[in-house]
């Protein structure tokens, strides 16, 4: 059974607008989150993460937002940049243990 | 029925030891990759295996070893075990080289004693 859920697999956004990315979890044990990025051709590279203990992480353009309650993970691109595109992971876990990893939403930046 | 497992889930082995970290995927992909993630949970690729074509990151020590029986597996051996191998190793596949549908597995905790 999917413990993390990316329940959209791609998202055009225009330049400059925000973009957000979805990812929903279903364990309430997880208290640690990552979202990585993927280019073609090259494996995912962390991007940003977050844990329990807060419901907000910002790094420059991109913030992660948390909301335990809904066990729902968001990550906002602001402003979105053509070299934003690629494939966003969302995992999450119970740190030090397993991580389970979404299936990735397909960003697309329009110029 | 999970898409990506990998076997076992969590390994404590001593120094010197060799073990095995299986990966079966069901999804019919072609392309199945090794990572490993290391503490600041950055993933780096160890091994991408493609219709019988093996890729291999150069940095990887000889001592670890993919070895692919079929399409639906492939499995990470690892000769005389050393404590900088501790890591979560995760499997994962996709329709083929770097395209779209790409799952991964939940995991392998190898700690190394």
């Known amino acids: 059974d999917q413990q993390v859920k990316q329940n959209s697999p791609s998202l055009s956004v225009q330049e400059g607008r925000i973009s957000i990315l979805n990812c929903d979890y279903t364990n309430s044990m997880f208290d640690y989150f990552l979202w990585y990025k993927k280019y073609p051709a090259e494996g995912p590279t962390f991007l940003i993460s977050?844990?329990?203990?807060?419901d907000k992480n910002e790094d420059g353009r991109f913030t992660v937002f948390l909301n335990k309650s809904a066990k729902h993970l968001s990550l906002h691109i602001v402003p979105s940049q053509p070299g934003d595109s690629a494939v966003y992971f969302c995992a999450a876990g119970d740190t030090g243990n397993q991580f389970y990893f979404g299936t990735g939403t397909s960003l697309t930046v329009i110029p | 029925d999970t898409a990506v497992s990998q076997t076992p889930k969590y390994l404590v082995t001593q120094m010197g030891n060799d073990k095995s970290i299986k990966c079966e995927q069901n999804l019919g992909h072609d392309t199945m990759y090794w990572y490993k993630q290391d503490s600041k949970k950055f993933l780096k690729i160890m091994f991408s295996?493609?219709?019988?074509?093996?890729?291999i990151n150069e940095t990887v020590p000889n001592r670890f070893s993919p070895k692919s029986p079929d399409k639906a597996h492939l499995n990470l051996h690892i000769n005389s075990l050393e404590l900088g191998d501790s890591a979560v190793y995760f499997c994962?596949?996709?329709?083929?080289?770097?395209?779209?549908?790409?799952?991964f597995g939940s995991g392998t905790r190898l700690t190394v004693v």
């Open positions: 295996y493609n219709n019988k074509e093996l890729i």
């Open positions: 977050i844990s329990s203990i807060k």
């Open positions: 994962a596949s996709s329709y083929r080289l770097d395209s779209y549908g790409y799952t």
